[in-house]
Nanobody, 125 residues
Framework: QVQLVESGGGLVQDGGSLRLSCAAS????????MGWFRQAPGKEREFVAF????????EYADSVKGRFTISRDNAKNTVYLQMNSLKPEDTAVYYC??????????????????WGQGTQVTVSS
């Protein structure tokens, strides 16, 4: 049974930092490409960041490029999202997913068969 559990969300001031974690069980993160998405109230879920299975190349949404960093610790079977210089518009529920449909783009949420329950990030102005 695959389980992804996000943690690390919370309330932070404009310009602050948070590190989100996504702990996996039932799958090995080193054998999957992994992604982070977010969903703000009243909006659709949107792509945030992606890390490839082989070599660890990364991709980011333009809105977070230069501020967010996705990484993976294979020994801990965990994926991270380091978020710096946070802005109020980053407020959302953040989800991690395992990219299991490689014929679909990494930015397409339908490419991910497994999702965590999400963690709330709130950035106050």
């Amino acid at each position: 049974q695959v389980q992804l559990v996000e943690s690390g969300g919370g309330l932070v001031q404009d310009g602050g930092s948070l590190r989100l974690s996504c702990a996996a069980s039932g799958l090995t993160v080193s054998t999957y490409a992994m992604g982070w998405f977010r969903q703000a109230p009243g909006k659709e879920r949107e792509f945030v960041a992606f890390i490839r299975r082989n070599g660890g190349a990364t991709e980011y949404a333009d809105s977070v490029k230069g501020r967010f960093t996705i990484s993976r610790d294979n020994a801990k079977n965990t994926v991270y999202l380091q978020m710096n210089s946070l802005k109020p518009e980053d407020t959302a529920v953040y989800y991690c997913g395992a990219h299991s449909r490689p014929w679909l783009s990494s930015t397409n949420e339908r490419a991910y068969a497994y999702w965590g329950q999400g963690t709330q990030v709130t950035v106050s102005s």
